[in-house]
C-alpha cells in the first residue's frame, strides 16, 4: 500500500483541496482509496465530501475511540463512501485526542508497559487489514503540531507538501528541508518525502525564484483556481466532479487543472511502486449526458 500525509507548515493553503482531488484522481484511476481526515475543526476534508453528519453525534463510535482502545463498534462501520473514495469521517472527539491518549499512556506505563502515544493510528489500521485492503492510504491531519499530525506520519511514513509561493512561503522553504528529518528524529523512523506542489502560483518573478530553490520534485505547480475550488467547497464535492456536474460550459484552464491532479497522482503512484489499473486521459471528464444513468 502507498501512504502518504498532505502536510504543510501553514493552514489555509489547500491542503485539504489538493487531498481531496489527488484522492480522486488515484480512485478513478482504478485503485482503491481510503483517506483518513484528522482534522479537529470544520471546514475539513469530511465537510467536503458531505460525509460529516455524525461529527456531533456524541453516542456514535469514531475513529478516536478505537485509537484509544474504546471502540463502540467494528472499524469497518466507521467507513463512509464519497465518489468511490473510502472516508474514516472527522469526528468531534478529535479535539481531545491528546487527553485520551495522555490517559492511555499514563495507564499502560502504570502497568510497565510501554505505549507510544504516536503509534496508534498504525496501530489501528495494522489491525484492521487496511495495508492489505487498500492500495493508497492518505491522511490529512491539521497543520499544526499535535498528535493528529504525528499520528498521521507515524502511520503513513511520506509527506506530500503543498506550498504556497509567497513571501509567507519563503521563510518555510528553508524549513522544507529540515522537516522530514526532524519527524524522522523525533518519531524514530524513517520520512521521505514525495514531492512540493506549490497552490496558487501566480507566475511573478518572486513566485519563479522561490520555486527555484525547493529542494524537492515539484511534479506540477497549481495555478489560482478559486472560482472551481469554492465551487467543490459548495457543492461539497471534489473538482472532478464539480467540471463534470455543475459547469455549463468546460474551461480550458479548469480542465488542465484536473489534468495536473491526474498526474500528481501518477508521479507519486510511480514513487510508491504502484500501477493504476485504468489510468484515464489526464484531465478526461465524461459528457454529463454520457454519464447519466
Ligand atoms: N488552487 C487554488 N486556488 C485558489 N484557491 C484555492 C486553491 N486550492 C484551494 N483553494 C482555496 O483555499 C482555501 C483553503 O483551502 P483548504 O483546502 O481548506 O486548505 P487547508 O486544508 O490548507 O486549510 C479554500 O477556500 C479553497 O477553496
Ligand atoms: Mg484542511
New binding site residues.
Given amino acids: 500500500m502507498l501512504s502518504y500525509t498532505v502536510y504543510?507548515e501553514?493552514?489555509?493553503?489547500?491542503?485539504?483541496?489538493?487531498?481531496?482531488n489527488v484522492a480522486k484522481a488515484h480512485e478513478r484511476a482504478g485503485l482503491d482509496v481510503l483517506v483518513v481526515p484528522l482534522?479537529p475543526q470544520d471546514?475539513?476534508f469530511s465537510r467536503?465530501f458531505d460525509v460529516d453528519d455524525d461529527r456531533t453525534d456524541s453516542s456514535a463510535d469514531s475513529l478516536v475511540r478505537h485509537l484509544v482502545g474504546s471502540p463502540a463498534g467494528n472499524f469497518e462501520d466507521l467507513i463512509r463512501t464519497a465518489e468511490g473514495i473510502d472516508i474514516i469521517p472527522e469526528h468531534n472527539t478529535l479535539s481531545d485526542l491528546s487527553d485520551h491518549l495522555a490517559r492511555e499512556k499514563s495507564r499502560a506505563e502504570d502497568f510497565g508497559d510501554a505505549y507510544n502515544i504516536y503509534a496508534q493510528l498504525r496501530r489501528v489500521l495494522g489491525e484492521n487489514d487496511v495495508p492489505e485492503r487498500y492500495d493508497v492510504l492518505i491522511c490529512?491531519p491539521p497543520?499544526t503540531e499535535s498528535d493528529h499530525l504525528y499520528n498521521a506520519i507515524y502511520a503513513t511514513r511520506n509527506l506530500l507538501i503543498?506550498f504556497e509561493p509567497s513571501a509567507k512561503g519563503e521563510a518555510s522553504v528553508e524549513g522544507l528541508e529540515q522537516l522530514a528529518t526532524n519527524f524522522a528524529d523525533q518519531l524514530s523512523i524513517d520520512v521521505g518525502v514525495l514531492g512540493v506542489i506549490p497552490?496558487?502560483y501566480k507566475n511573478t518573478k518572486d513566485q519563479k525564484e522561490i520555486l527555484d530553490q525547493v529542494p524537492f520534485e515539484v511534479p506540477e505547480v497549481?495555478?489560482?483556481?478559486?472560482s472551481?475550488?469554492?465551487g467543490?467547497?459548495r457543492q461539497q464535492c471534489s473538482a472532478f466532479e464539480f467540471v463534470r456536474t455543475h459547469r455549463s460550459t468546460r474551461r480550458d484552464y479548469e480542465v488542465e487543472?484536473l489534468a495536473q491532479f491526474d498526474r500528481i497522482a501518477r508521479f507519486i503512484e510511480a514513487q510508491g511502486g504502484v500501477e493504476a489499473p485504468n489510468p484515464l486521459e489526464p484531465g478526461f471528464v465524461a459528457e454529463r449526458e454520457e454519464v447519466t444513468l
Fill in positions: 504543510s501553514a493552514g489555509g493553503v489547500g491542503k485539504t483541496s489538493l487531498t481531496a482534522d471546514g475539513n467536503l490529512d497543520a503543498p497552490i496558487g497549481i495555478g489560482d483556481r478559486t472551481m475550488m469554492e467543490c467547497w487543472t
